[in-house]
């Protein structure tokens, strides 16, 4: 059990698992998908909505701690970079 628990708290196995949470939530909501997709838009909305965090342009109107608002973060920029992405593909 205390192996789990340092596990979880190695940033890197947190990334993995809140990208994994993120673009599974943004595939559910804009369709489309697959595990390593699904990784991939996540980690990369985490570093986008963490981005806009820092310059204040994304703000959340309630706490829902610190997993729930990393999740909420990395969706809204999950979501954020497949709909620039379908713009630029058409």
């Known amino acids: 059990m205390d192996q789990v628990?340092?596990?979880l708290q190695n940033p890197w196995v947190i990334m993995i698992i809140n990208g994994l949470i993120a673009g599974w939530l943004a595939g559910l909501l804009l369709g489309g998908g697959g595990l390593i997709r699904n990784l991939v838009v996540g980690i990369?909305?985490?570093?986008?909505?963490?981005?806009?965090v820092q310059?204040?342009?994304?703000?959340?109107?309630?706490?829902?701690?610190?997993?729930?608002?990393q999740i909420?973060?990395?969706?809204?920029?999950?979501?954020?970079?497949?709909?620039?992405?379908r713009i630029i593909a058409r």
Request: hydrophobic share 65%; net charge neutral.
């Open 5 to 7: 628990m340092s596990l």
């Open 44 to 52: 990369l909305g985490a570093f986008i909505g963490g981005a806009l």
């Open 72 to 85: 909420i973060v990395s969706t809204i920029g999950a979501l954020l970079l497949i709909i620039i992405a």
């Open 55 to 69: 310059m204040s342009v994304l703000k959340l109107p309630v706490d829902f701690g610190s997993w729930g608002n």
